[in-house]
């Protein structure tokens, strides 16, 4: 059974920076890419950050400089280290990975999310 699970987040002031961890445990074969989304308070869960199997990484524009994607394929960990916090920056981070079985069989699986609150 393929669990996802997330770690990391925590209480911290505007400027700082964290680093999330999330870690697959169970056979995962044919992991396609990985992805972390954030979902504040109230709206709705948007992308963060995503790397493929070969290690391209993309993020969300609004991103780009302060977040950064990585993986430890040793350790079956997804990593996301996020620096200069902002205000707007709160939610539950998301992990979830993209399994490709066939060209007709695919699999998503999420984890349950670790809080990150900025304070002011």
């Known amino acids: 059974q393929v669990q996802l699970a997330e770690s990391g987040g925590a209480l911290v002031q505007v400027g700082g920076s964290l680093r999330l961890t999330c870690v697959v445990s169970g056979s995962v074969p044919g992991i396609e890419f990985m992805t972390w989304y954030r979902e504040a308070s109230g709206k709705q869960r948007e992308f963060v950050a995503k790397?493929?199997?070969?290690?391209?990484?993309t993020y969300a524009d609004s991103l780009k400089g302060r977040f950064t994607i990585s993986r430890d394929d040793a350790k079956n960990t997804l990593y996301l280290q996020m620096e200069k916090l902002k205000s707007e920056d709160p939610g539950v981070y998301y992990c979830?990975?993209?399994?490709?079985?066939?060209?007709?069989?695919?699999?998503?699986?999420w984890g349950q999310g670790t809080q990150v609150t900025v304070s002011t």
């Open positions: 790397i493929t199997k070969t290690g391209v990484t």
């Open positions: 979830s990975l993209k399994q490709v079985i066939s060209m007709d069989e695919g699999y998503g699986y």
